[in-house]
């Protein structure tokens, strides 16, 4: 039997909630809605660590944290050369296999068993390497120019793409995957990536793509009852004292952001037209997710590396090939999945033997009773249990348990870990997390009851780097180790800002 053709689509900030057929009242996602209608869309998926760098491994490793060493945000550390890559077991299996865009790893161009990719590293000159969408920049008369927007690659500040649109990394990195699927050797099954970097910020869609949302109300961010509890965490200080944007400019930000997943959308319907015309679409398996969400001002914060629904709930679709009765049209399927399952989904649809360091499992197998989710170390950290309908988010510092009732609560406006009728629940998650713990997080442990840590106010300290906002690429900036993110900056002893 011919393998199936594997197209994996993988984007960044972008909430499971944020589709059309998921009920979204504002954005437009025609496309991925027809793909959801032709599949299976999975609304229990999560970012078991919702922050770019840790998902990715758990996505290209098919492990966790526990396994590929990464719970932070570790900019430079390299992919563990114990654990087999997707793309290298596709490859193992008579693949090629091929990969564009973002795969923000390190070194910079790792491969990561993939035959070739075509790299978009958003910039990341810093770690001294210029990519290949820069590359395409130069060649075209655009040397240096992608960042003449002046807006932030980590805020919320927006405005319209300033080169023409064909000059976007979005449009660049759906072309370059079209001629590569188009050059492909046709007596070999392919496993194609395609790691789109928006719409993570910066926040600039191409006009047109804009003119969808010009005169549509925007949704609203919601805000929980315990936001205002004193004596919050002071991880969960710091992320709400990140960002404070007036409802005007989280109108904007909305607006923009918006367009650019109509763009993504937009341009998966010129992808899905490219592999159709090739006449190979029957036999293509097509898989889209994200890395993680976007928290949108929902419990006054914004980003990521929590585990709210807006920002650990992801959007993942799966179309089988043609007459793969595992995947059922139309299906929507609420069992708990996650960055890790991907890997061995799509090795078991393709009929390719698992490698035993995989620790996720195939969405089509057999389901999983509660997930882990886990996010920094120390006090700046945050630990989930997610058992379909409870969700226990935990944070060390203050020893503070947060429960959710996602069934009658799903936009979690009510904490009861506190209430009576729930302290049954709340002990039973206590003690699956418990089981969890691993490393530094023993220290929490009293016993078999967890103590945590001493909590404390957090002082936030000016943005003096603008959330890494980009210069000119040309002349290529220098190598920087001082250019990395410190996505919680505070205070010093004596009142300087520490960054």
Same mark, same amino acid.
Request: net charge negative; glycine share 10%; with cysteine.
């Given at each position: 039997?011919?393998?199936?053709?594997?197209?994996?689509?993988?984007?960044?900030?972008?909430?499971?909630?944020?589709?059309?057929?998921?009920?979204?009242?504002?954005?437009?996602?025609?496309?991925?809605?027809?793909?959801?209608?032709?599949?299976?869309?999975?609304?229990?998926?999560?970012?078991?660590?919702?922050?770019?760098?840790?998902?990715?491994?758990?996505?290209?490793?098919?492990?966790?944290?526990?396994?590929?060493?990464?719970?932070?945000?570790?900019?430079?550390?390299?992919?563990?050369?114990?654990?087999?890559?997707?793309?290298?077991?596709?490859?193992?299996?008579?693949?090629?296999?091929?990969?564009?865009?973002?795969?923000?790893?390190?070194?910079?161009?790792?491969?990561?068993?993939?035959?070739?990719?075509?790299?978009?590293?958003?910039?990341?000159?810093?770690?001294?390497?210029?990519?290949?969408?820069?590359?395409?920049?130069?060649?075209?008369?655009?040397?240096?120019?992608?960042?003449?927007?002046?807006?932030?690659?980590?805020?919320?500040?927006?405005?319209?793409?300033?080169?023409?649109?064909?000059?976007?990394?979005?449009?660049?990195?759906?072309?370059?995957?079209?001629?590569?699927?188009?050059?492909?050797?046709?007596?070999?099954?392919?496993?194609?990536?395609?790691?789109?970097?928006?719409?993570?910020?910066?926040?600039?869609?191409?006009?047109?793509?804009?003119?969808?949302?010009?005169?549509?109300?925007?949704?609203?961010?919601?805000?929980?009852?315990?936001?205002?509890?004193?004596?919050?965490?002071?991880?969960?200080?710091?992320?709400?004292?990140?960002?404070?944007?007036?409802?005007?400019?989280?109108?904007?930000?909305?607006?923009?952001?918006?367009?650019?997943?109509?763009?993504?959308?937009?341009?998966?319907?010129?992808?899905?037209?490219?592999?159709?015309?090739?006449?190979?679409?029957?036999?293509?398996?097509?898989?889209?997710?994200?890395?993680?969400?976007?928290?949108?001002?929902?419990?006054?914060?914004?980003?990521?590396?929590?585990?709210?629904?807006?920002?650990?709930?992801?959007?993942?679709?799966?179309?089988?090939?043609?007459?793969?009765?595992?995947?059922?049209?139309?299906?929507?399927?609420?069992?708990?999945?996650? #960055?890790?399952?991907?890997? /061995?989904? @799509?090795? %078991?649809? $393709? =009929?390719?033997?698992?490698?035993?360091?995989?620790?996720?499992?195939?969405?089509?197998?057999?389901?999983?009773?509660?997930?882990?989710?886990?996010?920094?170390?120390?006090?700046?950290?945050?630990?989930?249990?997610?058992?379909?309908?409870?969700?226990?988010?935990?944070?060390?510092?203050?020893?503070?348990?947060?429960?959710?009732?996602?069934?009658?609560?799903?936009?979690?406006?009510?904490?009861?870990?506190?209430?009576?009728?729930?302290?049954?629940?709340?002990?039973?998650?206590?003690?699956?997390?418990?089981?969890?713990?691993?490393?530094?997080?023993?220290?929490?442990?009293?016993?078999?009851?967890?103590?945590?840590?001493?909590?404390?106010?957090?002082?936030?300290?000016?943005?003096?780097?603008?959330?890494?906002?980009?210069?000119?690429?040309?002349?290529?900036?220098?190598?920087?180790?001082?250019? #990395?993110?410190?996505?919680? /900056?505070? @205070?010093? %002893?004596? $009142? =300087?800002?520490?960054?």
């Amino acid at each position: 039997m011919t393998k199936p053709n594997i197209l994996l689509i993988v984007t960044d900030h972008w909430m499971a909630q944020l589709l059309g057929c998921a009920g979204h009242p504002v954005v437009r996602t025609p496309t991925l809605d027809t793909i959801a209608q032709c599949g299976t869309r999975f609304t229990n998926a999560y970012s078991e660590h919702p922050v770019c760098i840790p998902a990715r491994r758990s996505l290209m490793t098919g492990t966790s944290a526990r396994e590929h060493g990464d719970r932070t945000f570790q900019a430079k550390l390299e992919m563990p050369a114990h654990l087999p890559t997707m793309a290298q077991t596709f490859r193992e299996a008579g693949y090629q296999a091929q990969g564009v865009g973002k795969t923000h790893t390190y070194p910079q161009r790792d491969r990561l068993g993939f035959d070739d990719i075509q790299l978009d590293d958003e910039g990341r000159t810093h770690h001294g390497v210029t990519d290949d969408y820069e590359i395409f920049l130069g060649d075209n008369g655009w040397l240096g120019k992608q960042f003449g927007h002046g807006i932030s690659n980590n805020g919320y500040g927006a405005t319209t793409w300033h080169l023409p649109e064909e000059a976007h990394a979005t449009s660049w990195a759906t072309e370059t995957m079209c001629r590569i699927i188009r050059r492909r050797d046709p007596k070999r099954p392919a496993f194609w990536y395609l790691g789109y970097r928006h719409p993570h910020p910066p926040l600039v869609p191409p006009q047109r793509f804009l003119e969808f949302y010009r005169d549509i109300e925007m949704d609203r961010s919601i805000r929980g009852e315990w936001c205002d509890e004193e004596e919050l965490p002071v991880l969960l200080q710091g992320f709400q004292k990140r960002y404070n944007l007036s409802d005007v400019e989280a109108d904007w930000a909305r607006r923009h952001f918006y367009a650019l997943c109509t763009q993504i959308d937009q341009k998966i319907g010129a992808l899905i037209g490219t592999i159709r015309e090739e006449g190979i679409l029957d036999n293509t398996i097509v898989m889209f997710t994200s890395d993680h969400g976007e928290s949108f001002g929902n419990h006054g914060i914004w980003a990521k590396q929590n585990f709210y629904e807006s920002s650990a709930n992801i959007p993942m679709i799966v179309m089988g090939k043609k007459g793969d009765r595992r995947v059922a049209a139309g299906a929507v399927e609420d069992r708990l999945v996650c #960055l890790a399952d991907v890997m /061995p989904t @799509l090795l %078991d649809l $393709a =009929g390719i033997e698992i490698p035993e360091t995989v620790t996720g499992r195939s969405m089509f197998g057999e389901a999983r009773d509660h997930l882990y989710g886990e996010f920094g170390e120390g006090e700046l950290s945050s630990r989930m249990i997610h058992d379909g309908r409870f969700k226990l988010i935990y944070y060390p510092a203050g020893n503070h348990f947060q429960l959710f009732d996602l069934e009658a609560d799903p936009d979690e406006l009510a904490d009861v870990a506190a209430l009576p009728e729930y302290s049954d629940k709340l002990a039973e998650l206590k003690d699956k997390l418990c089981k969890e713990l691993y490393g530094s997080d023993l220290e929490w442990l009293a016993g078999n009851d967890l103590k945590g840590l001493p909590n404390r106010t957090y002082r936030p300290a000016p943005n003096r780097g603008l959330g890494l906002t980009r210069g000119d690429q040309w002349p290529v900036p220098p190598i920087n180790p001082d250019g #990395l993110m410190n996505f919680f /900056p505070e @205070l010093d %002893d004596d $009142a =300087g800002a520490s960054e």
